[in-house]
């Protein structure tokens, strides 16, 4: 079984400082890993995603994260936080045969000024 | 479609009742899923389609939640007896294929539910 743990459902971050967001899963088998936001009232928006192609997945508005088998970690960064990356941040997982994917708990960014 | 649009986007009924969501993939997904999002929470599965037919509803709680999707596009969720517990945000997404588990789902805006 799979399952996808987000360390902090709140993080505050000043404006141009790093942004760390953590994830950590369970699988049996390689994993499909993703991260989404959620900005207020919208739908979630795809980040970027891991498919087994380079462990360093770059997505968009700057963020990036690391897949770390050994650690089995998908961590996801940014250098400098803007006030827009202001929004809820969610983990997935899905293996190979199964198709929906499961989410973490979700993490909230806060970016003061 | 340009998005996945979801209505309603909100719905207030009383306990008992029965509602209907609907949710219109982006045009030429054939794979369609359903989410429930609960406040503080993460998604949560519920059902998966890939054209007419439920490839996987393990996701669904109970007997009183069913969806069809009859002609492979726009598909409904039906939740009968609502409950309190039942309120919470439903999301559809669809993705191109299902076949990988790499495919990138698209989510619509959500449907709100309260039950009072």
């Known amino acids: 079984a799979q399952s996808v743990t987000q360390l902090g459902s709140h993080v505050s971050v000043s404006e141009g400082a790093l942004v760390l967001l953590r994830c950590n899963y369970s699988?049996?088998?390689?994993?499909?890993l993703f991260w989404y936001v959620q900005y207020p009232n919208q739908g979630l928006q795809l980040l970027l995603k891991?498919?087994?192609?380079?462990?360093l997945v770059k997505g968009i508005n700057g963020f990036e994260a690391e897949f770390k088998k050994s650690e089995t970690s998908f961590h996801l960064t940014k250098p400098s936080a803007h006030m827009s990356d202001a929004a809820e941040y969610f983990c997935?997982?899905?293996?190979?045969?199964?198709?929906?994917?499961?989410f973490g708990s979700g993490t909230r960014l806060q970016v003061q000024p | 479609g340009a998005g996945v649009s979801q209505t309603p986007s909100n719905k207030v009924t009383e306990k008992g009742k029965y509602v209907e969501l609907r949710c219109d993939p982006i045009?030429?997904?054939?794979?369609l899923y359903w989410y429930r999002q609960s406040l503080g929470q993460g998604p949560e599965f519920l059902i998966y389609?890939?054209?007419?037919?439920?490839?996987?509803d393990s996701g669904l709680p109970n007997d009183r939640f069913f969806a069809v999707r009859p002609e492979g596009s726009v598909s409904t969720l039906k939740i009968q007896r609502t409950e309190r517990g039942d309120s919470a945000v439903y999301l559809c997404?669809?993705?191109?294929?299902?076949?990988?588990?790499?495919?990138?789902?698209?989510f619509g805006a959500g449907s709100r539910l309260t039950v009072l």
């Open positions: 997404a669809s993705s191109r294929t299902g076949v990988s588990g790499a495919n990138v789902l698209t």
């Open positions: 699988s049996s088998v390689p994993p499909y």
């Open positions: 891991y498919t087994s192609a380079a462990t």
């Open positions: 997935a997982v899905s293996e190979t045969g199964r198709r929906a994917l499961t």
């Open positions: 045009s030429g997904h054939t794979a």
């Open positions: 389609f890939q054209g007419t037919g439920a490839a996987d």
